[in-house]
């Protein structure tokens, strides 16, 4: 946006305070003077910014400091006006300490200053960072700083109460809200600020999301990141989304110095200090980086994660299995671009894969409300390749479990159905019954994990326990490592970066503890990691004896007698 008057204003500190004076001598001249002065403000905020107003920060020996923009926050606060200008949706990722918050009040308060009949809400997750005496981290405090500083012939005639601020010369409004209730719903504004968006209670950020949709245009997102398991993760990840990133790297003062280490990251004096003042890693990614995945308590290693990811290919094809509804045996496999059944392997004449090996599937269940996928993996035991994934955010259980034997009857291998794991509670009680309804047998069965000598039970499905699934997740990550299960789904891979561990020691989906779905709870919850995960399980030991490693050829009586010695150790098993 055009900026007229912004360049006149000096931005070397002394320099600066100096022509501030000189402002005021000249406002107080008279009132054409001060039309002049008026006139000039409204016209151009980042003169208005850097020529009346005043900021606030206490680790300073003077902690009224003028409000001096640097680069990086004129271009956001051009961004951010543009989008109330064009009614999008703003989402600004932070380093802490760039002033993010102050540039959004700023803008909010100009507005309310300048123009008529605006109304404008600012949310934060607590009432008093919205609005308590006293407290400069609240929103108002800032407001109210922002007008004790400035000349009196600057300010309109105004009402100040708790949680509002009213423009009575031109009816601009200014209200706060924290996201105790369904904030703004009903409500009407010209923006709406959600201030430190990622630290809002998961389903408040949801409700929140919900809530302020039709109420504007334009919402502004300001945080930065705390993990996957809230709605400003979400949002950062749509790429239909306008973004304004604040690095450090960005701030004069805190670049200075500026470095790349081996691996290419960007690094200052200021912010080696600053990461060994940072209890971890995570702090660090938080606090500084601006990293979503780092800023979690990862179980998989990011850096692993991605080097899998650059050797991930796409699918050879996509389709959709058709099946007999009644029996579920598999009929045709129909490619189509948009399927959601994935390929690394080439069906031959529509239906016929590959019959000298076994195949494992893992399946993880959820409600099939939309909220989070259900997903099916399956796995070549003799290549120890992922060659099929299904995911499907609002497939019933039920459905599920119909489609999931046609899968086991098709990818069947050397046997006469693959085997299959699923994780059992919840959701998965529902899709069991189906497959055990079937005669579908070759599946998993509980049994103790961490006993010595661990027997199938008579119960089918995988239970998990806080040991127990870290147990699998952690098997599942030393398999990728070690090239043992090779994935090559480029989407179930990035999905581990959002498995973390929990302040109560379990490791989990972190978006299982962010569904907005009422009936989302932790075991409700589907993804392709767990599916992935009890892929592998299944595949595992799995492996042993292949008829392309010892050369037999199908039909031989070698072969008829390793079959009989599989049937009957599978019949012990079950």
């Not at 004069?252 to 691996?263: E, N």
Request: glycine share 8%; aromatic share 10%; with cysteine.
């Amino acid at each position: 946006m055009s900026n007229p008057h912004a360049h006149l204003v000096p931005k070397d500190v002394e320099a600066n305070l100096a022509f501030r004076k000189e402002l005021i001598a000249f406002g107080n001249q008279g009132i054409k003077e001060k039309a002049t002065l008026l006139g000039m403000c409204a016209e151009d905020p980042l003169f208005y910014v850097n020529a009346f107003c005043w900021t606030y920060d206490p680790r300073l020996k003077v902690s009224t400091i003028p409000f001096i923009t640097y680069p990086y926050q004129d271009e956001a606060i051009n961004r951010i006006i543009q989008s109330i200008d064009s009614g999008d949706d703003l989402l600004v990722a932070k380093s802490r300490d760039m002033g993010a918050s102050w540039l959004i009040l700023t803008v909010f308060e100009h507005r309310w200053r300048f123009m008529h009949g605006q109304s404008f809400l600012v949310v934060s997750r607590n009432e008093d960072y919205v609005d308590k005496a006293g407290n400069p981290k609240s929103l108002f405090w800032k407001f109210d700083f922002l007008h004790k500083n400035m000349p009196g012939w600057l300010l309109p005639n105004m009402t100040r109460t708790r949680l509002r601020l009213s423009n009575d010369d031109n009816g601009s409004s200014i209200d706060g809200e924290s996201t105790t209730g369904d904030v703004a719903r009903g409500d009407r504004r010209t923006a709406i600020m959600l201030d430190e968006f990622a630290a809002f209670e998961a389903t408040d950020g949801y409700r929140a999301l919900s809530a302020t949709r039709d109420a504007t245009r334009c919402r502004i997102f300001n945080s930065t990141p705390n993990g996957s398991a809230n709605a400003f993760y979400d949002l950062a990840q749509k790429p239909d989304i306008k973004q304004v990133r604040m690095h450090w790297s960005q701030h004069p003062v805190k670049a200075d110095g500026l470095y790349r280490d081996s691996t290419g990251k960007a690094r200052s004096p200021w912010y080696d200090r600053e990461c060994l003042r940072c209890a971890n890693a995570t702090e660090v990614a938080q606090e500084l980086d601006i990293d979503f995945a780092g800023s979690d308590y990862l179980f998989f290693e990011a850096s692993m994660i991605d080097a899998l990811v650059a050797k991930a290919t796409p699918p050879i094809v996509r389709g959709d299995l058709v099946f007999d509804p009644m029996t579920f045996d598999p009929k045709e496999f129909v490619a189509a671009g948009n399927g959601r059944l994935k390929l690394w392997i080439n069906p031959v004449m529509g239906l016929e894969l590959p019959k000298d090996r076994n195949y494992s599937i893992g399946v993880d269940i959820a409600t099939g409300t939309g909220s989070s996928n259900s997903a099916i993996s399956i796995g070549d035991c003799l290549t120890g390749e992922k060659v099929a994934e299904y995911v499907n955010p609002k497939i019933r259980p039920d459905e599920l479990g119909r489609l999931a034997v046609a899968l086991g009857r098709w990818f069947c291998g050397m046997q006469k159905e693959a085997h299959m794991v699923w994780e059992a509670p919840g959701p998965g009680r529902n899709f069991g019954d189906v497959v055990m309804s079937a005669g579908y047998r070759n599946v998993y069965f509980r049994k103790n994990e961490l006993a010595l000598n661990a027997k199938a039970g008579a119960v089918p499905g995988w239970w998990p326990t806080k040991d127990e699934k870290r147990a699998l997740y952690g098997e599942y990550r030393r398999a990728l490592n070690a090239g043992e299960f090779v994935n090559k789904s480029v989407d179930s891979l990035r999905e581990c970066k959002e498995i973390v561990y929990t302040d109560s020691g379990w490791v989990i989906h972190g978006r299982s503890l962010a569904t907005p779905d009422p009936s989302g709870a932790r075991e409700n919850h589907g993804d392709r990691p767990t599916a992935d995960a009890l892929c592998w399980k299944g595949m595992k030991g799995r492996s042993a004896q292949k008829v392309a490693d010892i050369g037999m050829q199908i039909g031989t009586l070698a072969w008829r007698r390793l079959q009989a010695q599989q049937r009957k150790s599978k019949r012990s098993e079950w």
